[in-house]
């Protein structure tokens, strides 16, 4: 079976307080980027292991550490299945807060549970996920949703933004997301997302936040400037996703602007 996991970016990102466990508990929008994504197979193997390959972008750290292979450990332990055939290709930026590692893990524990016939529900895979990473669990339904606690409680949303343009700018900077947590003060705001999101995308610019954004932009002023470019190419909102490094911006019309050589950019009409 093959299946497309995709990227997410954040619509607003607050962090709103910490945790006694150490994580943070975190307000955001999580959108779908159905685009921009990575491919996953996975066949039955005649040898007695399992194997798995990788192309594409070179992930760093052991291919031990993947987090398809933490997800496919996570479905073994409730049941059994056959050596597999692994391959990865790997086409979103890693370190860019777009989430591709997390939506490999998760869309890995969904293809096991359809090819395998598991019968595990949604709610069942979705707290499988949440044991691999705080992001993994909404790549499960894969819709727009906000989501509180660490990033996995989740209530749905009204918001369409079909027929805007998305255009996302990846300098080539990796953003470690503990350390960008580490450089946070957490501070409850007076709105919530939810009444932010709802008044017109013209006033997203000057009330939705992404918290991360002034640690990340005062050690990477380059990933300041692509914010500020995206504006002054006419973006309706433009942020930095996730704890970065890359930035969005939603648009009326295609975005022609030409980057730098080594960013890597995505446009696509949602
Ligand atoms: C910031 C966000 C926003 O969507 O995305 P990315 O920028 O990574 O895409 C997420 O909260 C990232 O979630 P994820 O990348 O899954 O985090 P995990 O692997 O579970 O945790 C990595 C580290 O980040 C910190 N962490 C993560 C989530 C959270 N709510 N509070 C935290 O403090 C912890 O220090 C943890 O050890
Ligand atoms: N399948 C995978 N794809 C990408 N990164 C992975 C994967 N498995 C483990 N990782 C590790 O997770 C880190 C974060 O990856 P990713 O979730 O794509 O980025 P982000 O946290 O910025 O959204 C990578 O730097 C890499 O070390």
Not at 101 to 124: C, V
Not at 133 to 156: Q, W, Y
Not at 161 to 169: A, R, T
Not at 226 to 236: D, R, S, W
Request: proline share 7%; net charge negative.
């Amino acid at each position: 079976m093959i299946v497309f996991p995709n990227a997410k970016i954040n619509l607003g990102l607050l962090v709103t307080s910490k945790r006694p466990d150490g994580y943070h508990n975190i307000e955001t929008i999580f959108h779908p980027v159905h685009q921009l994504c990575d491919i996953l197979e996975v066949i039955d193997n005649d040898e007695k292991e399992d194997v798995f390959s990788t192309s594409g972008l070179v992930i760093d750290g052991p291919a031990s550490d993947n987090l398809i292979l933490k997800a496919l450990a996570l479905i073994r332990e409730c049941a059994p299945l056959p050596p597999l055939k692994i391959h990865l290709h790997k086409k979103i930026p890693f370190g860019a807060g777009l989430g591709g590692g997390s939506a490999d893990a998760s869309f890995m524990l969904k293809l096991l549970n359809e090819q395998y016939h598991l019968n595990l529900s949604t709610r069942t895979l979705e707290l499988m996920a949440a044991r691999l990473g705080a992001d993994c669990p909404v790549f499960i339904e894969n819709k727009p949703v906000l989501a509180r606690g660490i990033g996995n409680e989740f209530s749905p949303i009204n918001l369409s933004l079909s027929h805007l343009w998305l255009q996302i700018v990846i300098p080539p900077i990796h953003v470690p997301t503990a350390h960008a947590y580490s450089n946070i003060s957490p501070f409850q705001p007076e709105s919530s997302l939810e009444d932010l999101l709802s008044r017109p995308i013209e006033n997203w610019k000057a009330t939705l936040k992404n918290d991360f954004e002034s640690s990340v932009f005062e050690r990477y002023p380059e990933i300041m400037a692509i914010k500020e470019h995206l504006y002054n190419q006419g973006a309706l909102y433009a942020a930095m996703s996730g704890s970065g490094s890359a930035v969005f911006g939603l648009f009326k019309n295609k975005p022609e602007t030409e980057w730098a050589d080594n960013y890597v950019i995505h446009t696509e009409q949602l």
